[in-house]
């Protein structure tokens, strides 16, 4: 069993690691995920046009910034910090800035400059092992570019980018602002897929804590429930924060008309937030529902114990008087003396059952 | 016991699916309740004039806008969108509002828009087998209808329509606002209905719990309940929000002698907040209750079999010595040592007893 | 047992119930004490003039509101609605506010009218039967007039009464403020002595906790408290949001000089409101109390079991050998077999003793 | 044990009595230390003077009023209350005012009125047998006048005194608001003595709890601290609004260098409360403590019993069977069936102590 | 095991002692660290100079208050008031401030003078014993010097010294605030590692909890660690308000251009709290976990003895009656009766297993 805990400590830590004791704006990765190459994938769109681009020259991407077009620069891959101080200098990001792209345990918040808005925010998702994992993705807003870094390739804005490849929706009319909702909000609805993935696990966990074969590991997948909902309130409840923040920013960089839209984006992140905690108190619960459990089954074992005992004891007491060897016991030799005995140990035997009947132990 | 579970798991699941991963404002169903025509029943009215008017064609309802009188139309059944589409187009309803309206697990809300005021809420109550279901209720309400969209034909609103068709009350000498605040109203006292059925299965339970008989469902009842009240949790608490925003709102849709009513409804939804919040803090206490009760009984249990076993185990003991097969024991040999010996025996026995008698167990 | 607690449900429900489905401002009492005639108990006074009336005829009432003294009429009995709805229209009582006059389980609340204020709230005691009742009561105070409505004769007002007769205190030279003030002032006071009598249930239910004997009625007397404790902070609470605002509202109807008061009272409330919040504490924490304390005597019978069953086991085993009938036992022939084995048993016992003496469960 | 319990009732109690159902401003004394004369304690002050008088009577106090020293008239016997209403006449203290200083159930707080502060606090201190009593005491602080009333002889302002008699510190070059902070600083003080002295009953509780010995006291125990430190955090969390309070009251009663001492007075205050919370927590958190323990001490008997239990009864069993009278029973008549039977004997006597060595309970 | 908690209770006090009932402003050392001497530790650096210099005289450090640079005292030894009043009175700083410098138990604040701002924190570390220390810092921030006050040798602050002495960052190149801002985040990343080192031990006991070996000490270790967290909340809830207010003031002693980095501060810190607060609820949880682990084993022992014991002892009474000396007892003279009863005793035997095979306890 510790093995099988061992091997599980690196996905179920919930405080990760900082660079610490370096200069403030110092850019140095933190996270685990360490690729060679930092790969760009550039969307460049309007109403009419539509172009897509993947690379690994930074370099590459500088040319977009001229364009009449919003363009979304996605990087993918933090380790390679080179390559992200190139960029966040192109696009004059403060150091504080770049530190927090590549500070992978930084929590969510929005940053307000005077040309950018600069979110960091948590993309969460259960992989194959069914373990919760979480990618730190930070994302700056210009004028008329949207830049988003990414631990690692993958993520949940592949809808997205159908809708801007195929011009569905509004999303290729918007401006750069929409485009800064609807990743958020790509988000956000990946936040409900993993709550209902978490919920049909604690749904699994119930079924199992009701049922009679006993399972020894019930406290622990309790324990790693716990930890799954804490790394999930790690991204929501901030990520609250940072929308309701985003609803009240004054600044030329939002167009009116994409105020409803982050509205009832702070809607919906409420809305994952209290699903959150209503999970959150179901979890806490299991355990002393777990300990209900036990204790009647610990009941029903006692139960059995003292039926036997009780019966059994008397009855093996009545056999030993007439196993002892006195000269004189006149009862063992009376002619039906065994059958008299009989008797009175069925007798006994009745008797017992009867009272446990009658306190319904049976 | 797995099946009873598995069966019920369709209702007693808190969180429901969101579709997700569309465009914001794309009009998809979410619920279960799937009908194949949408029904609309229209009541036109005012102070003079009352008609009542069932129909499955959408347009049928344009023509009451230009009426004078006030309008209620309500729609049963979501899943047919295009109708949807079709009338919040008419009525010029925002897209994301037209999300909402069949978003199901939307949660409780008002929004104001300058023509228009959109509140979701949710309608609760105890099915036949005694299962909490809850239905996804929109309304929007303008300057001279209200519309309101439930996911199924059935709702609470019987009374509120006999006083529309009696002119009863003030309702037919009242506006559009009067009709949103009465709707709402019966909403609410339709949640002390649903409270008091809650605080029936609570009484009957705690009944149970103090039962001789056990029950090893009790756990899993206590656990049914929990999610009941965080069901009703999820229904009432944002809607207490949406009260106060109601009384706080400045708008010209909402006349000054309505808000005397308002005030009461924000009165009467607080209270419903303060029962359910204790009857959570009661569900809560539940288990540590039944905790409680399990101990006692194994307490008992447990001195039963302490009774038996020290009272018989000493007097077997003694019996085997005199069973023993030594040439020379010379009790054996004593002319009443087998009457002396039941002396000792029932000396120990009333002396076991008395010891019991004495800690009171007995 | 059953039995015992269905007789008590009807006084420990602690959500009653809401006439549903009525129009607001429908009159339609939701109590249990209906009786026939409506009494009122009038009194006029100023600081010469005392005068006391009492009658069962509701027009009785209208000839002093033209009297320049303060007059005080007090109605016993909400059931006979029509007398409630004659004096409310004679006093131009709104109708939501005649709604609550008759609806029993209205909480404390206070609202401003032009001409008047209109307050509810709770008079709770113990009744013979050591139940916590408590009875719905409404106050409005206007310029030189307050009506009580009480669900039934019998209250907490006999010293304000007496104060008013003798012209104790300040009370017959101040207006009708300083009589809502003293009204309410008696009802604080009321609460001290209930919460007294709480604290004194709780400390005789600790000691009983202690007790040697076992009484499994402790669950059943715990919630019980749980469930009073909740009525009186159901009562208190929102009385303390009341007075809280009695003391800013801004209204003619209330004198300078009468504020120092408000304040002295609201301090008293806060001072109920932290007491009831302690006992809450206490009365939830008794159950992990009672908890111990089982486990605690569990843990007794258990080591007399292990005792008993650990010295006289392995003794019967030793009896048992010497009791085989094999043909070649040659210790069964020692001259001394008998004698050694003895040493032997008392050996083992006493080799025991020390073991669970060492242990310290002895 | 009842009666150790009814003991300390008196001094345990939380809710102590309030004189009920008198008129507002009724200056009644509710404690329980009266004493038949009151003493007054009076130090006149300034820079340059020095002067102390004790007295019995009253009007002794009045003639430093004209002086132009501060004086501080430190009241000791609250049951004597003509004597109180002389004195608060005198200084035109308020009927309200009054019956606060003889309330002694009174919560701290601070009432501003035109000429002077009044607040009350509680003095708070372990007596010899280790029972935590709590002490009422108001203050009055004119322009330069300060009087405190307390329910009997004895404080914790012997340091203050001292430093006023011979000089130290800033106290005698400041006015009276200086004083009345140098008196809360006092009790603030020590209150830090105080709740090092709880710090010390929790350690040793600790201490105990995981002993080996059982004590069944432990319960009782905690149950006292947990009344202790609601006792203490009902004095110090009221007095923290107070001084906070006190910090943004504008009045010419107090000059503008006091206001540091003030800031740092509050900061103590607020160390304080979280100290207090602390110990809350920890108090709160023994109980579960202790049910682990006794839950450990139960696991280890059940292992004594189930081992012992588990041998011998298998081995009994043996030896019943060959002491049985079957006239054929072939091993009987076995030259070495004796030893044998030892033999498998002793291997299931090893077998199960593997088991069990194994399963490591042992 | 006594010994072993008596030796730790020094470090584990929660509530550290205050010199108590002296003059407010009395500089009197509280702590624990008494060394013979002060020691300075003074950096004065500009963008050009850089000069370090150690001494044991206080005089020494007044020199450098003219040069033009920004000058760094550090002083470690706080139990030399004398000199830390010397070293006061030449920096202008309030009594209370110098009272407070050498209260070791004085919580995190800020304090704003004219000339100055005043902070106190908390270092805190893990000693080789891995016990969790605090050392009381404080900090004063002038126009162009800062002063650091310990308790003794050893801090946090190597990696600054470095940047100081090398001139990597903006150290070098920005004033007295920037300094001030460097030492707070150097404090508040080495929180990152102690949560971090506090999380290992979490990881380590939970595994020991599940391990199939017992460990009394395991509920001492888990009060261990609330205490840790407890310590470390104590200093880390009050620096969040500190930087929080940092982040507000408006003073000219900080720059424009270093808002962003204390911005940047308090992120982190409300990090750490986040983190402290998971970890708090972690912790507090482990109990309740630990709980059922002990129930599991529990039910696993009881099952052990209820199956021996219910297997064998109704062979034994089946023995036991053929050990019966009876005269007539037919059974005994059966010619196969001896393998009848080996028949019906292997019977029970398989239909006890069969049995306890289908209650699910094999
Ligand atoms: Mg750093
Ligand atoms: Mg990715
Ligand atoms: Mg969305
Ligand atoms: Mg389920
Ligand atoms: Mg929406
Ligand atoms: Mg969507
Ligand atoms: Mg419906
Ligand atoms: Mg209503
Ligand atoms: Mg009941
Ligand atoms: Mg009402
Ligand atoms: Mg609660
Ligand atoms: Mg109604
Ligand atoms: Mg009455
Ligand atoms: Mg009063
Ligand atoms: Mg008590
Ligand atoms: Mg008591
Ligand atoms: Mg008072
Ligand atoms: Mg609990
Ligand atoms: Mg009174
Ligand atoms: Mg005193
Ligand atoms: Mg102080
Ligand atoms: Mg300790
Ligand atoms: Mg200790
Ligand atoms: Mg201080
Ligand atoms: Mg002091
Ligand atoms: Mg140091
Ligand atoms: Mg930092
Ligand atoms: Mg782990
Ligand atoms: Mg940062
Ligand atoms: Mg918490
Ligand atoms: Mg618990």
């Known amino acids: 069993m510790a093995a099988r805990r061992r091997k599980k400590q690196e996905t179920t830590k919930i405080q ?13 990765y933190t996270g685990k995920k360490t690729t060679t190459v930092t790969q760009l994938d550039i969307i460049d769109y309007s109403k009419e046009h539509y ?5 690994h020259n930074i370099e590459d991407a500088f040319k977009y910034e001229d364009s009449t077009h919003i363009t ?11 390559d992200i101080v190139t960029l966040g200098n192109h696009f004059d990001l403060h150091p504080l800035i770049q530190e927090d792209i590549v500070t992978t345990n930084q929590r969510p918040k929005i940053d307000e ?7 960091v925010f948590k993309m969460l998702h259960y992989d194959e092992a069914e373990q919760l994992t979480n990618e730190h993705v930070s994302m700056v807003m210009g004028k ?16 997205l980018r159908e809708r801007l490849a195929h011009g569905r929706g509004r999303i290729r009319t918007a401006g750069a602002d929409y485009l800064m909702f609807a990743i958020l909000d790509a988000i956000v609805d990946n936040y409900f897929t993993v709550i209902e993935f978490l919920s049909n696990k604690v749904e699994l966990l119930e079924d199992k804590l009701f049922d009679d074969k006993e399972d020894p590991n019930i406290t622990e997948e309790i324990q790693d429930l716990k930890k799954e909902i804490l790394k999930i309130r790690k991204a929501v409840v901030p990520l609250r924060e940072v929308v309701n923040r985003l609803e009240k920013i004054e600044t030329p960089l939002i167009e009116e008309r994409t105020n409803k839209y982050i509205r009832d984006l702070y809607d919906h992140i409420i809305q994952v937030n209290e699903s959150v905690e209503i999970y959150r108190d179901m979890i806490w619960g299991l355990m002393d529902m777990y300990m209900t459990t036990i204790s009647n089954k610990m009941n029903e074992v006692m139960k059995v114990l003292t039926i ?16 002892m060897n006195f000269d004189h016991i006149p009862e063992l030799h009376f002619k039906y ?3 008299y005995l009989w008797g009175a140990m069925i007798l006994v035997f009745f008797g017992m059952l009867w009272y446990f009947k009658r306190k319904k132990w049976l």
Chains 1, 2, 3, 4, 5 share one sequence.
Do not use: H
Request: charged content about 20%; overall charge negative; glycine content about 10%.
């Open 16 to 28: 990760p690691k900082r660079a610490r004791n370096l200069s403030p704006g110092t850019v140095a």
């Open 51 to 55: 172009d897509r681009f993947e690379t």
């Open 72 to 82: 979304w620069i996605n990087v993918n891959g933090l380790s390679n910090t080179d």
């Open 113 to 119: 400059y005077e040309d950018y808005l600069f979110i």
């Open 144 to 159: 008329d570019y949207v830049l988003t870094f990414q631990e690692a390739e993958g993520d949940v804005f592949g809808d």
């Open 308 to 323: 036997m005992a009780s019966i059994f004891i008397p009855l093996t007491f009545m056999a030993g008087i007439y196993g």
């Open 337 to 339: 003396g065994y059958y």
